[in-house]
């Protein structure tokens, strides 16, 4: 590295000569997308887990640098772990902003550490486990709903939107998703006008004089959004002003209320602070747990012999349990990359094999923590981990107990990234129920 020269000039450092390639990059993007049509056949036909270079084309195509891909894992480690407070996350694109406000996932420095503190009160010990009996509540509506179908043909991706929707609703708002329904459908419709023009660029000041119909739609999503919020708020207000409730509660709204009316003014959180952190976990809480369940049932669908054997485990017992970089670069960390590279995982990555994990993460690993981050890692890693886990291995084993399944002809292989990562077409599986009828009788 030359000691003299603008660390960020491309004759310091060649690595950053293409500091200015963001807009081409960014121009690229849908055009990357519209290449991988042909690979999106091949994908469809062989049911492949080869899905990183047609979910994020741009990823596994770029090298450049203004956005700098970092999936060395000792580096993806000491950006994580963030031990001397050198990295902080960048500001999110406005769309994004609009879906979880300034809440915990995109918030920094004190702020940061006061929510994280209240979330993870909300998220651990006793608070989670008052919530099991809401998540087995719902698995159990769904899996009544099951019971009457005609045919057994079920659409996963929608299935899951509903439970894990009422799970949050109940969990950390006290309230239930048909009330909570309009609240998810409006998510839903930011989400996809989020990640739609999450690389667009717009010159500042353009929106003000010319909106396109996506600003349009998101300024009035975000009013919408903000006025159910609002209302969840007020009506747990209510229940303690007519003296319903003794106080705000455990949850994550009741947590939140409380810093809201604290008296010492100094630890006061602002209605923008819990209005935030509600869209935040509203979002967050759902979204996640549902394209967990979703892929995990499609990857037993197709692997019978695998579902077999999580079968046997849940019908015993259920158990839960050298760069110079620029101060404004902005790192990115391609977690699908590192989940599918070669040299960490082997030459068979792409095969779904289990056992790799059978003797743990650690040894699967090779003890490099930083190999496999499903749920991020270091002091920003998911507050949700927990919550998620639990919820996911209650409503996959309540199913498998009660379901043997297999993908419908029909399944077309199209996963997108959509901030998680969706299956375009749905994921429609068959049912067959479980012949043991003294074990259903148990179960029910
Ligand atoms: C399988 C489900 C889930 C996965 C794979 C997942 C994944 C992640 C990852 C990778 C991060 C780190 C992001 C970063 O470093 O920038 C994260 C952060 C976060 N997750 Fe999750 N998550 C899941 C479920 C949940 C749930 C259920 C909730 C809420 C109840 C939640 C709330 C959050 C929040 C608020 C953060 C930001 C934490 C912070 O910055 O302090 N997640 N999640």
Redesign the pocket.
């Known amino acids: 590295m030359p000691s003299e020269a603008d660390p960020c000039s491309s004759e310091a450092n060649p690595c950053l000569s293409e500091v200015n390639y963001r807009l081409c990059c960014t121009k690229e993007i849908p055009k990357l997308k519209k290449d991988v049509t042909m690979k999106m056949i091949k994908l469809i036909m062989n049911v492949s887990h080869e899905i990183f270079p047609i979910v994020e084309p741009h990823i596994h195509k770029w090298n450049e640098i203004s956005l700098l891909l970092i999936s060395d894992t000792e580096l993806v480690k000491e950006v994580?772990n963030n031990r001397d407070k050198t990295y902080v996350?960048p500001d999110f694109p406005g769309d994004i902003k609009k879906l979880l406000g300034d809440?915990?996932?995109s918030t920094k420095g004190e702020k940061?550490a006061r929510q994280?503190r209240l979330?993870h009160l909300a998220?651990h010990g006793e608070s989670l486990k008052c919530m099991i009996p809401a998540m087995v509540d719902s698995v159990h509506m769904l899996l009544k709903r099951w019971q009457n179908l005609e045919a057994r043909v079920v659409e996963l991706f929608e299935e899951f939107t509903a439970i894990t929707s009422d799970v949050?609703s109940r969990t950390?708002f006290g309230s239930s998703y048909i009330e909570g329904r309009n609240m998810f459908q409006m998510l839903g419709e930011l989400t996809t006008i989020a990640s739609r023009n999450i690389f667009k660029l717009r010159l500042p000041g353009v929106r003000n004089i010319w909106k396109t119909i996506d600003e349009i739609d998101s300024e009035r999503l975000e009013k919408a959004i903000r006025d159910v919020v609002l209302e969840i708020i007020r009506k747990r207000e209510e229940k303690v002003n007519t003296g319903e409730m003794n106080d705000y509660g455990n949850d994550l709204l009741g947590s939140l209320l409380k810093a809201y009316h604290d008296p010492d003014e100094s630890k006061r959180i602002t209605i923008d602070d819990v209005m935030d952190e509600c869209k935040?976990?509203y979002f967050?809480?759902q979204e996640?747990?549902n394209?967990?369940l979703t892929w995990t049932l499609f990857l037993l669908a197709i692997h019978k012999d695998w579902q077999q054997e999580a079968r046997k485990e849940v019908t015993d017992q259920v158990t839960l349990g050298n760069l110079v970089l620029p101060a404004d670069i902005v790192l990115d960390i391609p977690?699908l990359a590192i989940h599918h590279d070669r040299r960490i995982w082997g030459n068979d990555v792409h095969l779904f094999k289990p056992e790799r994990f059978s003797e743990g993460i650690a040894k699967a690993t090779n003890n490099n923590a930083a190999a496999f981050?499903?749920?991020?890692?270091g002091?920003?890693?998911?507050?949700?981990?927990n919550?998620?886990?639990n919820?996911?291995k209650i409503a996959i084993a309540m199913i498998l107990q009660r379901y043997s399944f297999t993908l419908s002809p029909g399944y077309i292989h199209l996963p997108a990234h959509i901030l998680t990562i969706h299956p375009q077409h749905g994921v429609k599986v068959i049912l067959h129920p479980l012949q043991c009828e003294h074990v259903r009788a148990q179960l029910d």
Not at 373 to 377: D, H, K, R, S
Not at 379 to 385: A, E, Y
């Open positions: 994580l996350k809440g915990l996932f940061w994280r979330a998220f949050i950390a935040t976990f967050a809480g996640t747990t394209s967990v977690t981050l499903p749920f991020g890692l002091p920003r890693t998911c507050v949700g981990i919550f998620a886990t919820e996911a």
